[in-house]
């Protein structure tokens, strides 16, 4: 019998795989290799390089002289253009880095030409083709809702401790709030962290951020680019219902071993690269390189001796990441990539007794450039596990402590994605399979135990374009997600738009349909939000929903979904000068959550909303998000305004989430003097967050007597809270200055020294962390943090 039923469920699952790739991506196989077929034109295509590295050179311009046909690089450095007549043609291939390179072929009807490039850094700065650059990536793509980070622009915020993090870069992008120096969680257009998919090398990194909210789990030293979506995305991305954050990693250097080591009174760094297979002079044939990175926090220790002003028991941060990959690259372009991961994050607040999380995976991603087809293949496949453990102290009873909290994830992802080139249009498509086992345990308020160990798989199809009508450039796509545990399928249409009103302003707009299945183990009413825990969406909610209208209707679905539309325009004000304005309403049609309202167990007779592990809620977030950039090669400023605001309703009633911030004020600025002297200023405001407060105390009596319990002469000591309405109270507002002076030195042609002076919260504002709900004490955030940082390059 059972036997019986696992049968049916494999056959269930085949099939809808089958259906998804026949559906999806057949049809599209059948239709471009009749076009390929049918070609009475030329292909060249190929892969910038950089010379001194040997690394892919992405956003690099590849254009036929004297017309304005070409292409931009991708991450791996690929450009191809299609529909070309045959015969010689002269390629320019610019980046504002790196020389200009001019190179004549001849093309042949119906073949394909490739050509690899190999560009030298480049002294001189060319304004002129950086605006000229930068204006027609702006008039070519949609780019809603996305900003496309390098290492270069993570660098330009200030680094505390002395090295720039990811962490610290995504605070200053728009939408995006945090809830200060701690805790360590991004929240980003009304979606919570559960809400937002974080890719490295195209595996899922459960928790990027460590408790100190300073730092990331990611190297910048080994990032090629991040992109940054938040909301709108298209079909490619899904699983998530907010924002996605893909990062991609160098594959290191293959002419000649490198290395970085970096040290400051918060942890220390070491980073090191080089060929297994070198590269050789003539620049022709495979190559085999490596990269491995470990950074280390000591803050706990060295905070007793520096920053014993704050406690003398030292800040209680400690963490440990370590990265290492093995790039096998052809001579085609073609490559193939092995890496794995080890993050691992241990902190001790007063109210927390033990945090412990430890994450850790291994992957392969490849690309596969054909001799004789266009379609570029890339592929991938990952597993992972990612375990967090709570133990809080109890705050009612000194010295005991409550019920631990536990959740682990762990699971494999396996994907295949097609690219096909139209002239200067495209077309990607792909198929995705994602497998994973969550285990969660978890007391709410009043003791009850939640708990919950499922396995599940996600099947996907999707269809993305890029089509370019003279002015008008459309991104339509569709994604048909298959949720098999929960026996749901979620078809997700999207689009993208961008009208080019003139040369300089240009009106743009996205919408779509976003699913998820993972949900967060949170509860909004922790003192301080540090257990990030996920579980698998649950089948077992109500079968019915009361809306805030005070309507019911019966439950459809067991899938968290949104639908996102977003309006905005790109203005270039100036030679160096753009802004960018989105306002953008989410709609979060069903959200599962964590019954903070359970009073009893699952078989007692009560109201669905009292007796469930997890109920349903709606939501909404809106707002406006303002952008105003300037980029010469000596001055850099980034002013970001965020007007937002973010509802939830759980059926009970309407309330704000901790995160609903108001108003939120980011301002970057980057000065270089020369002589290798820089300094980095950034200023923060955000209004005050939700929490809520204390109304009173009572004793709490167990009646462990009966009816004989006589509550006038009981004697016990523990004492109840009563809460006042969730959330309805606010903090104070949150400000912050840090600034950053740099100054670089070169020792010879290989070996060079930065030594970073930096100060965070420089006038020492007493910004609010939480309050202690029994002593109603108050902790604060981090106060002024002085360090000086030192990192060597050979």
Known sequence: MIETVLEKKNNFIFEAIMRIIIKSVLPLLLIFGFLTAQSQFATVRGTVYEKETGEPSF??????????????????GYYQINKLPAGKITLEITNIEFKTIEYTIELKKGKITTQNFFMEVNDEVLDEFEYSAEAEERKTEVKMSVITATPKDMARVVAIGGEPDFAQYLQTTPGVVTTGDQGGQMYIRGGSPIQNKVLLDGMTIYNPFHSIGFFSVFDIDIMRSADIYTGGFSAKYGGRISSIMDITTIDGNKKRHKGKISVNPFGSKLKIEGPIKKLNEENNNSTASYIFSGKTSYLEQTSKKLYSYIDSNGLPFNFTDLYGKVSINGTTGSKVNFFGFSYNDRVKYKAVSDLNWNSWGIGSNF????????????????????????????????????????????????????????????????????????????????????????????????????????????????????????????????????????????IKAASGLYSQNLISANSDRDVVNLFYGFLSGPDNLQDSITLDNGKTVARKHSLQKATHAIFGFEWDLAKHLTLNVEGYYKWFNQLSNVNRNKLYEENDDAPDVLRKDFVIETGDAY?????????????????????????????????????????????????????????NVRWNFGSGLPFTQTQGYYHSIDYSQGINTNISTVNDDQLGIIYADLNQGRLSSYHRLDIAVKKHIELSKNSTVDITFSMTNVYSRKNIFYVDRITTEKVYQLPLLPSLGASWKF
């Not at 304005?68 to 991450?75: A, E, H, M, R």
Request: no cysteine; charged share 25%; aromatic share 14%.
């Open 59 to 76: 956003g690099t311009n590849v254009k036929i002289k004297g017309t304005g046909t070409g292409s931009s690089t991708d991450l791996n």
């Open 367 to 506: 690309v596969v450039v054909s001799a004789s087809s266009p379609v570029l293949i890339m592929g991938k496949f990952n597993i992972s596990d990612y375990k967090i453990s709570l133990a809080e102290l109890d705050p009612i009873n000194e010295g005991e402590t409550l019920e631990p909290r536990e959740s682990r994830i762990n699971g494999f992802n396996l994907g295949f994605d097609f690219k096909y080139f139209l002239g200067e249009n495209e077309i990607k498509y792909g198929i995705e399979v994602n497998g994973f086992t969550t285990d969660f345990n978890f007391f709410n308020s009043v003791g009850r135990k939640i708990e919950q160990n499922n396995n599940t798989t996600e099947l996907a199809g999707y269809v993305d374009a890029k089509i370019i009508k003279g002015l008008l450039v459309i991104n339509p796509s569709f994604r048909a997600q298959y949720y098999a545990s929960l026996r749901n399928f979620s078809p997700e249409p999207r689009i993208g738009l961008k009208y080019n009103i003139s040369e300089k302003f240009r």
């Open 623 to 679: 707002g406006t998000d303002f952008v105003l950039k300037y980029s010469n090669d000596k001055t850099y400023l980034w002013a970001v305004y965020s007007l937002g605001k973010v509802l939830r309703w759980d059926g009970i009633r309407t309330y704000s989430p901790l995160f609903d911030r108001r108003h939120n004020i980011n301002l970057v600025g980057t000065q270089n003097f020369g002589e290798g002297w820089e300094i």
